[in-house]
């Protein structure tokens, strides 16, 4: 089983800065692939971007690509969002996410980190 837990988030003026980072339990961290959601008020949870397991390839969504880059340092079980030029449509909570590659393939959620983003 593996908990996941967000931090990072906050309050930013548009055309800041934010750097999210989730912690993962466990010693299998390295065999998952890892990926942030956000969603926001009245929408449905929408993908962000994803990393495989060991780091290589990374995919982000056209709106955020140049903006927002995700990584891993899988020696310290975390995964990071590193988000700039935040703008008032980022505003959401941010869901970190992991799947097994490994056995049954489980999908695990954290609890979520709010980041608002003011005009």
């Known amino acids: 089983q593996v908990q996941l837990v967000e931090s990072g988030g906050g309050l930013v003026q548009a055309g800041g800065s934010l750097r999210l980072s989730c912690a993962a339990s466990?010693?299998?961290?390295?065999?998952?692939?890892m990926a942030w959601f956000r969603q926001a008020p009245g929408k449905e949870r929408e993908f962000v971007a994803s990393?495989?397991?060991?780091?290589?390839?990374?995919y982000h969504a056209d709106s955020v690509k140049g903006r927002f880059t995700i990584s891993r340092d899988n020696a310290k079980n975390t995964v990071y969002l590193q988000m700039n030029s935040l703008k008032p449509e980022d505003t959401a909570v941010y869901y970190c996410?992991?799947?097994?590659?490994?056995?049954?393939?489980?999908?695990?959620w954290g609890q979520g980190t709010q980041v608002t983003v003011s005009s």
């Open positions: 990393i495989t397991w060991n780091g290589i390839i990374t």
């Open positions: 466990g010693r299998t961290f390295s065999t998952y692939a």
């Open positions: 996410n992991a799947r097994s590659t490994t056995g049954a393939g489980n999908v695990y």
